[in-house]
């Protein structure tokens, strides 16, 4: 593999763009990242320096066209970059060098995803003509995740003379990334004091408003070979931790300063105070080139775990999105309680909060980083009491899980949400999404399936399982006219169909894919209550109050969930077939862009509400979850039958009514055209993965990557075109022939074997097991045929088309 495949390049600066940059330019190692803002840079129109640790949430109260609203979001803790420098005058009335200033001749820069650094490269001009070349190489420590580390290189072409250096950390910042929500409070830090311990080491902390939590950074920086007159001195300002360097500078001789920062908080494990812990790491840091070695050396471990061989352009992007699915969830995850973050930690859309993304991503995982799979299913668990006040307070049993969630598991979607095209702040019925609870379980399933582990499916998993079933055998109500179950008053994944037109209340009946999951969530958890090993059956029936009087209601609505049809194929709802039709050329020629399309009509007066339109894939989903064989096979459980040309209707019927509205769209629409071997297929997989690098939603990766989509791409390879499935204590596979892909790779972990190789070529498929003492054989299914592969050996397959 070249080296190019792994480098994202930026030639030349674009105020405009820089944003975006800064978002796909994001370091993090799992703890906390870093977006790829200027150092020299503060924010404002171009810029925007956001650091953000995992599950660091502020709550605030904001006055909101005349209504007391509370949000709770990731704070932006404070900068750790600001690093600036100027041509030294005695008067210090010389400017700072900025991009955005008229000095800028040359700009560069490089992320480099096998090493995990971002590297900028400028020539400055200063108004006196002398030139000042500047290298900066940054990393958040992989092998540490509580350093960082800036390397400024600065060369003088054509003269000699001294340099101001400023290195700070600035605790002014706020959170103000996301331009529709500045209206509202977002000044989550207070009691910011700075402070050092010598020279060398700087220190700032402060704390969040009302979640309390407190937050220590310390900065060593120093020159290289320092003259008496070159070291560090201290000038701090309110808020902002700040040292001053002045380097003498020689024609073509390169000088540098090195900033190393460590970063605690008070949810950190096995310290005492955030501040002390961050001034005895960074004291204690090795100098840079150590840092940057044993970073290198933990990024190469995550690649052998996680790379996909995928060649070309598609496989350069992959490459991106792992880079930034690891950054935000990596093995360091497994150790705290964090859930997945739907913008990632690259930015503040969506307030940082988890909504159900974890279903495109711990699939990916579960078969790579088990142990963070876990770690995030354990976050689940830890809210499943909070799940279960939601539900009781909404006078239902079981647990209800939260769409939005943060800190301790309550109901975090915001009340009102502001259209930016109309100027409006409009009711936020998205907190009906119900089907979140499904998701979890859904994911439960997968990871015990994938991973074989069992402790957690008898515990953790069945635990959270049964609690959600119970919600859905309670919340869903017997209609005796249709002789079915029934699921009123939700939201499906649509989302652009919050209530029935002229309604009063919000809220749908009878969302397709709400009432098939539920009742595929009902069937697991009997199934995971009945073959539970003996003692622990007692105790979770005992514990919960479960009687087998319970279970057989469970088996009666799993069974006769109603689930909607009109002309021949799935209703995204009761009533769907009803709407009227929307006239998507006549709005395209009016707006073009038309995929936020709820936003358009709301401007217009009008409503999604009213229309057979959606955002992304709902009824869909169901293809994205389920293969073929299980959704028939769902299907029919409940009284129904889906031979394949009604599945085939039902995916033209959706295409042609869906907006795209979300980076996930693609994504699913690419996944299911797939499965049923259609040309376009690849048209709406190359959305899913140029979504973020292009910025196809608009102007919206700026705000953060969206994880789930990215993570989603990643899994199409490894699932969704092998068709691979663990289930029944067998890999499976049922391969899609794709000629844009016609050859890949990758190896995942399997039921404690690590590094089983999997292998794709033009008709034929070969699993390759690695030798482990006293490994145990695996069996691989295709299509009728079973083999079994031992420890240290391959199989090659011959592919029923080839």
Not at 50 to 76: F, H, K, P, W
Not at 308 to 337: C, K, N
Not at 737 to 744: G, M, N
Request: proline fraction near 5%.
């Amino acid at each position: 593999m070249n080296d190019e495949d792994w480098i994202w390049a930026y030639e030349g600066y674009d105020p405009g763009s820089e944003r975006l940059r800064e978002a796909l330019c994001t370091l993090g190692n799992g703890y906390f990242a870093t977006r790829g803002a200027a150092p020299e840079c503060t924010a404002g129109e171009y810029h925007y320096p956001g650091t953000y640790a995992a599950g660091c949430y502020n709550r605030l109260t904001s006055d909101i066209a005349g209504r007391q609203v509370e949000n709770e979001d990731m704070v932006n803790l404070p900068d750790w970059l600001p690093l600036r420098f100027r041509p030294h005058s005695e008067e210090g009335d010389e400017p700072w060098f900025t991009p955005d200033g008229d000095g800028l001749r040359e700009h560069r820069q490089q992320l480099d995803l096998r090493s995990g650094t971002l590297e900028r490269t400028m020539r400055y001009a200063a108004p006196d003509g002398r030139t000042l070349t500047v290298r900066q190489l940054r990393l958040v420590h992989m092998g540490d995740p509580h350093l960082a580390a800036l390397r400024t290189e600065f060369t003088a072409e054509g003269w000699s003379g001294d340099i101001e250096v400023e290195a700070a950390l600035d605790g002014t910042v706020t959170n103000s990334g996301v331009a529709r929500y500045r209206d509202l409070d977002g000044r989550h830090l207070v009691h910011v004091n700075a402070g050092d311990g010598d020279p060398e080491v700087v220190w700032l902390r402060c704390r969040t408003v009302t979640s309390d939590i407190r937050v220590g950074l310390a900065a060593r920086t120093g020159a290289d070979a320092p003259a008496a007159h070159e070291l560090p001195r201290t000038a701090h300002e309110p808020m902002r931790a700040v040292q001053l360097l002045r380097l003498t500078l020689t024609h073509g001789r390169p000088r540098t300063v090195d900033k190393i920062v460590a970063l605690h908080t008070s949810r950190d494990p096995a310290i005492s105070d955030p501040l002390h812990a961050a001034a005895d790491r960074v004291r204690r840091a090795p100098d840079f080139d150590t840092l940057l070695e044993s970073h290198r050396t933990a990024w190469r471990a995550l690649w052998r775990r996680g790379d996909l061989d995928v060649r070309g352009e598609a496989g350069r992007i992959l490459r991106l999105h792992l880079f930034h699915v690891l950054q935000t969830l990596s093995p360091h995850t497994a150790d705290l309680d964090v859930g997945v973050p739907a913008r990632g930690l690259h930015g503040e859309a969506y307030r940082g909060h988890v909504f159900w993304d974890e279903l495109f991503v711990l699939p990916y995982l579960n078969l790579r980083f088990p142990e963070v799979s876990r770690a995030l299913l354990t976050y689940r668990h830890r809210r499943l009491e909070a799940a279960r006040v939601l539900a009781r307070d909404a006078g239902y049993q079981g647990a209800m899980y939260p769409w939005q969630s943060g800190s301790d598991g309550r109901e975090e979607t915001q009340q009102l949400h502001l259209n930016p095209r109309s100027g409006r702040w409009l009711p936020d019925h998205s907190r009906l999404q119900h089907h979140v609870g499904s998701a979890i379980a859904y994911n439960v399933w997968q990871y015990c399936e994938a991973s074989g582990d069992a402790e957690f499916l008898h515990t953790k998993g069945a635990a959270m399982l049964t609690g959600i079933a119970r919600f859905w055998a309670d919340f869903a109500d017997w209609d005796p006219g249709l002789g079915r179950y029934r699921i009123r008053g939700v939201v499906g994944p649509d989302e652009y169909h919050d209530a029935y037109p002229d309604a009063e209340r919000p809220g749908l009946d009878d969302n397709a894919y709400t009432n098939v999951t539920a009742a595929w969530v009902l069937a697991r958890a009997l199934e995971v209550a009945r073959e539970l090993p003996e003692p622990r059956r007692v105790e979770l029936f005992e514990r919960h109050g479960l009687t087998t009087t319970e279970l057989e209601h469970w088996e009666e609505v799993s069974r006769k969930l109603y689930v909607p049809f009109h002309d021949g194929v799935i209703s995204q709802f009761h009533g769907y077939g009803e709407l009227a039709e929307l006239d998507w050329a006549g709005l395209r020629a009016r707006h073009g862009d038309i995929r936020r399309l709820d936003r358009v009509l709301e401007a217009e007066d009008d409503t999604v509400n009213r229309y057979q339109a959606s955002k992304q894939a709902d009824v869909l989903m169901l293809g994205y979850l389920f293969a073929p064989a299980e959704l028939r096979a769902l299907l029919a459980r409940l009284g129904y039958e889906l031979d394949d040309r009604t599945w085939h209707r039902t995916v033209d019927y959706y295409l042609r009514r869906t907006s795209h509205g979300s980076t996930l769209s693609g994504l699913v629409h690419g996944w299911v055209l797939a499965r049923v071997r259609r040309e376009e297929a690849w048209d709406f997989c190359r959305e899913a993965l140029e979504g973020d690098i292009a910025d196809l939603q608009g102007g919206t990766t700026e705000e953060g990557v969206h994880l789930g989509a990215m993570a989603g791409t990643l899994d199409l390879v490894q699932r969704g075109l092998t068709g691979m499935e663990t289930r029944s204590g067998a890999l499976w596979f049922d391969p899609v022939p794709s000629p844009q892909l016609a050859e890949y790779g990758f190896s995942v972990r399997y039921h404690g074997h690590w590094g089983v190789g999997v292998r794709m070529r033009p008709g034929e498929l070969t699993i390759a097991l690695p030798a482990t003492p006293d490994g145990l054989p695996i069996d691989v299914r295709l299509g009728d045929r079973t083999v079994t592969v031992a420890p240290g050996t391959s199989r090659t397959l011959d592919l029923p088309d080839a």
